[in-house]
């Protein structure tokens, strides 16, 4: 068959208007063009679409068959060529997000909302993984944004911060400390901690330490869980106590106390992180959308 989307469109509007000079002035082309067109067409097609005389022009059964299926073939090509345009433009496609823990547990399923709510045709993957597996994976190409615990200052990079929490205590409800509502940090040097694997969490140990040396200890790390569901699962079994964000531990289980440290301010920085060199498809218009909102201090508060 030698017909193509021209001639389908020609035959829908001489359809429409079953006249040929007011569908040729509709389509913006002479009219004996459009009548050697539909002419071409049915020969093509070896049947007849149209039934003409003097006075009127009329719809063939097989030209009301045919003209069904050509709507439905113009639809489907405006429709593919919409998808292709949006996915140009960055407006459709797949957006890899990567998260912390605490990223979940506080801002992020707000923010991940509200963008989907603006740009639909935006397909979200949200991703688990720590702050350092994040910035690798960025660096490989295989995530678009990244929510970290920051701030990275990392050459490429741009952050945004989105969240600022608390650290607070958590122990099982059966511990010397769960009928607290406050304890100094120096009072947990002699205790057992349960917290993430060293390199996984790099980047919280790198508030929490610091915090603790001032205290004067280092933390005795006895168990280590891949995330917080799993160190609290550890803290709840009485393997040691954690010290964890206020945020993720919102909504505890009934067998742990969350205990205020009373001499600790500073707090746990979230960032939503992007390669400067990757900001092209849908990865732009979510950068836009983090960059309207309030930036949060990312001094440490004291």
Request: charged fraction near 25%; proline fraction near 4%.
């Amino acid at each position: 068959m030698g017909f193509d989307l021209r001639h389908m469109r020609c035959f829908i509007v001489t359809a429409e208007e079953l006249h040929f000079r007011r569908a040729a002035e509709r389509l913006g082309i002479a009219q004996p063009a459009l009548s050697r067109t539909i002419r071409d067409l049915e020969a093509d097609l070896r049947l007849s679409l149209l039934q003409r005389n003097n006075r009127n022009v009329q719809l063939t059964e097989a030209g009301r068959v045919f003209l069904d299926g050509c709507r439905e073939v113009i639809s489907a090509v405006e429709r593919n060529a919409n998808k292709a345009r949006q996915i140009h433009e960055g407006r459709a496609g797949t957006l890899r997000v990567g998260y912390t823990d605490m990223a979940i547990a506080g801002v992020l399923p707000r923010l991940l909302k509200s963008f989907q709510e603006q740009h639909p045709d935006i397909t979200l993957r949200p991703e688990q993984g720590p702050t350092i597996i994040q910035v690798g994976r960025m660096n490989a190409g295989e995530l678009d944004i990244g929510f970290v615990t920051g701030p990275i200052h990392k050459a490429g990079f741009e952050e945004h911060c989105v969240q600022s929490e608390r650290m607070v205590c958590v122990c099982a409800d059966s511990h010397r400390f769960a009928d607290r509502d406050s304890i100094r940090l120096s009072e947990l040097a002699d205790e057992d901690f349960v917290h993430g694997d060293r390199r996984g969490w790099e980047h919280f140990y790198n508030y929490l330490l610091p915090q603790c040396r001032r205290a004067g200890f280092v933390p005795r790390v006895v168990q280590e869980g891949f995330n917080t569901a799993g160190i609290l699962g550890m803290v709840a079994c009485g393997m040691g106590v954690t010290v964890l964000t206020d945020t993720v531990c919102a909504t505890l289980s009934p067998d742990l106390r969350a205990i205020t440290i009373e001499d600790v301010n500073e707090r746990l920085l979230t960032t939503a992180l992007w390669s400067t060199q990757a900001l092209h498809g849908p990865a732009s218009f979510f950068v836009d959308f983090i960059r309207q909102l309030p930036q949060i201090e990312v001094a440490a508060q004291t």
